[in-house]
């Protein structure tokens, strides 16, 4: 079967998708704007996007509708529903299925009357739509037709990859966060939280920061004015492989995003047997259990936040306790492998129900292949 994702190369949420359905024996085409290698798979780079910025999907609908219809997929997955899904549900190809991803459905259909109008119209077009979790498909069917499901499909973990390794602990506690260095996901109010923990407890705690982004400049500025650059690393970009080593050399782990989606980055932690302290916003609570695998706090709340991460800089036990009940809570919810099956059943629903439509005849059915794989796995 040849699969086309419309989506972002470089991002985990594609290429692990793909890697996954390349796996399988599928034939998989990436339409990108920005450009990465996904093995095995064929990745079509649309150059010059990001020189324009988000003008420039429209600009690219045609060239993006010619490519998707002259690989004639059989089905076309997009990721990110305002800029990808509206330029899949341009193209006209189907079927298709759209899969928000988190700001693009928590926040952009609300920034103008166009972006609710783009929202709406691409979930129109969808064959069928999938979600990470339970806050966030049902904030998507705010604008989906009446009636039309969402289907959840969490994006889960490796949990061979992502696990447990025994360490000798430091003599300082180290908190960490793995996230984009942009506002939507609070890393400015970690800082003002973790100077006013530092202050609190007198103990020697550390803090590390993995990722990059815009606001990187203003954070360091940040670090500075609070006079905590002694015990706060700014670690950079931490490619995916490497993102286990990272976690496992933390004690607990901060997620204190404005706006999240699902929390993919607290269900690997969580994997690698972590406590986390997280915003109690949108699809977090979907993974982080409040006083059972971590804490949950109001988000922007600096001062509930410090003292959220006190508590487990104070209670030795109820890390450990957290962290064990936070691996199982992931084994059982969140296991990649899992998760595979759900998307490989959603896309021979699809198929299947498109076949319907058309009235396709024979033993051909693409469809049927995937319901046998998913059957046998």
């Known amino acids: 079967m040849r699969i086309a994702f419309l989506a972002d190369a470089p991002y985990p949420h594609t290429w692990r998708w793909v890697e996954h359905f390349v796996s399988l024996g599928h034939e998989c085409h990436v339409v990108s704007f920005r450009p990465a290698e996904i093995a095995g798979a064929t990745v079509h780079h649309i150059r010059g996007v990001e020189k324009v910025g988000k003008a420039a999907y429209l600009l690219r609908a045609r060239r993006v509708k010619g490519l998707l219809q002259a690989l004639q997929p059989d089905l076309l997955h997009a990721l990110h529903l305002t800029s990808y899904g509206f330029l899949a549900a341009l193209s006209g190809v189907r079927p298709l299925i759209i899969s928000p991803i988190g700001t693009d459905i928590l926040e952009a259909p609300r920034l103008t009357p166009f972006h609710n109008w783009l929202t709406r119209y691409a979930l129109a077009r969808a064959s069928a739509i999938s979600a990470t979790g339970l806050h966030l498909a049902t904030q998507t069917t705010r604008y989906a037709p009446a009636g039309a499901a969402v289907t959840v499909v969490p994006y889960g973990v490796d949990l061979d990859r992502f696990a447990p390794i025994s360490r000798q602990p430091g003599s300082a506690l180290v908190i960490g966060a793995v996230a984009r260095l942009s506002p939507e996901k609070g890393i400015a109010d970690l800082l003002e939280a973790f100077a006013e923990l530092r202050r609190r407890s007198g103990g020697d705690v550390r803090l590390r920061i993995a990722g990059d982004g815009p606001e990187r400049s203003r954070l360091e500025s940040q670090i500075e004015r609070l006079e905590i650059a002694d015990a706060v690393q700014l670690v950079g970009w931490v490619d995916y492989a490497d993102i286990p080593a990272f976690l496992n050399a933390l004690d607990f782990?901060?997620?204190?995003?404005?706006?999240?989606?699902?929390?993919?980055?607290?269900?690997?932690?969580?994997?690698?047997?972590?406590?986390?302290?997280?915003?109690?916003?949108?699809?977090?609570?979907?993974?982080?259990?409040?006083?059972?695998?971590?804490?949950?706090?109001?988000?922007?709340?600096?001062?509930?936040?410090?003292?959220?991460?006190?508590?487990?800089?104070?209670?030795?036990?109820?890390?450990?306790?957290?962290?064990?009940?936070?691996?199982?809570?992931?084994?059982?919810?969140?296991?990649?492998?899992?998760?595979?099956?759900?998307?490989?059943?959603?896309?021979?629903?699809?198929?299947?129900?498109?076949?319907a439509e058309v009235s396709l005849t024979g033993d051909s059915s693409d469809a049927h292949q995937l319901r046998r794989t998913a059957g046998s796995r």
């Open 253 to 355: 782990f901060a997620m204190p995003s404005v706006y999240e989606g699902f929390g993919v980055a607290a269900v690997e932690a969580m994997a690698c047997g972590l406590p986390v302290v997280a915003s109690d916003v949108f699809g977090i609570p979907d993974v982080v259990q409040d006083g059972s695998t971590g804490y949950l706090v109001p988000p922007r709340s600096q001062q509930a936040l410090a003292e959220a991460l006190g508590k487990l800089v104070a209670d030795e036990d109820a890390r450990r306790r957290f962290g064990r009940a936070g691996r199982e809570y992931v084994a059982a919810h969140y296991d990649w492998q899992h998760n595979t099956r759900q998307m490989e059943r959603l896309y021979a629903r699809v198929l299947a129900r498109s076949e």
